[in-house]
């Protein structure tokens, strides 16, 4: 009985599993297509950011390189005031490139305005960290236990709770990128790091990296759902 029931609550899941994989795999294919599209000013990744810093007060913030691993690790980093590209991303002048780098830079202005939510989402990662590693053991061992104990049942509500703060920085992370990347376009824009058809191509790959965001909120609202239906029928 208890199978059945199982099987049956991954009907909750499987919907957002299949969107981040329709996600991904469009920002994979639209990065991949305009990284063999050079930027028409010819500036690579590093160039672009390092312009659109300047005009937006950031001089002092430095750009270092990712050795290795993915092209699309890229961050800024607020407690070093620092950009770090990967290695393609700050060498290259396709427009994913420079598209990319200059939404880690679209960060760096949100840190230097005190943009709410910004500061916001880093001031719960602490407590982000600790609450995803809290919620699964808690939730699956007081499922276990909940139908032989009180205090499973307990358990089962502190790790919902806890995932429940996973969820909200899902949620908080959503204006924060989106914010970015508005920045990012109206840069490349206004300064003129790009024409109009490398403007269509940036919005492109920067609007295909956002909604990976929101395939992780839906993965996680999912998750949280399907935690909940288990629960239901367990009773």
């Known amino acids: 009985m208890?199978?059945?029931?199982?099987?049956?609550?991954?009907?909750?899941?499987?919907?957002?599993i299949i969107?981040?994989?329709?996600?991904?795999?469009?920002?994979?294919n639209a990065y991949r297509t305009y990284a063999q599209v050079p930027c028409s000013t010819g500036v690579t990744g590093a160039e672009a950011a390092r312009a659109m810093m300047d005009a937006n007060g950031l001089r002092g913030v430095a750009i270092n390189v990712i050795n290795g691993g993915n092209s699309l690790v890229n961050y800024y980093d607020p407690k070093t005031k620092s950009l770090n590209l990967s290695r393609e991303v700050y060498s290259s002048s396709s427009v994913s490139s420079v598209c990319i780098a200059?939404?880690?830079?679209?960060?760096?202005?949100?840190?230097?305005?005190?943009y709410a939510p910004l500061a916001l989402r880093?001031?719960?990662?602490?407590?982000?960290?600790?609450?995803?590693?809290?919620s699964?053991?808690?939730?699956?061992?007081?499922?276990?236990?909940?139908?032989?104990?009180p205090y499973g049942s307990l358990m089962f509500l502190?790790?919902?709770?806890?995932?429940?703060?996973?969820?909200?920085?899902?949620?908080?992370?959503?204006?924060v990128e989106f914010n970015a990347s508005n920045r990012a376009l109206a840069n490349l824009r206004e300064l003129h790091l790009v024409n109009e058809e490398d403007y269509v191509g940036s919005r492109t790959v920067l609007k295909a990296a956002a909604m990976t965001y929101?395939?992780?909120?839906?993965?996680?609202?999912?998750?949280?759902l399907r935690v909940l239906v288990?629960?239901?029928?367990?009773?």
């Open 136 to 149: 699964w053991p808690l939730i699956f061992f007081g499922l276990i236990m909940s139908t032989a104990s």
């Open 19 to 28: 969107f981040t994989m329709i996600c991904q795999a469009r920002i994979n």
């Open 230 to 235: 288990l629960a239901r029928r367990s009773r």
């Open 214 to 224: 929101v395939a992780a909120l839906a993965t996680a609202i999912a998750s949280l």
């Open 158 to 175: 502190i790790g919902v709770i806890c995932f429940l703060f996973v969820i909200f920085f899902h949620l908080i992370t959503l204006p």
């Open 122 to 134: 880093n001031g719960i990662v602490p407590v982000v960290n600790l609450t995803q590693m809290m």
């Open 102 to 114: 200059c939404h880690e830079v679209g960060h760096a202005i949100q840190d230097a305005t005190h």
């Open 2 to 16: 208890y199978y059945g029931y199982y099987d049956y609550s991954w009907f909750v899941l499987i919907p957002a």
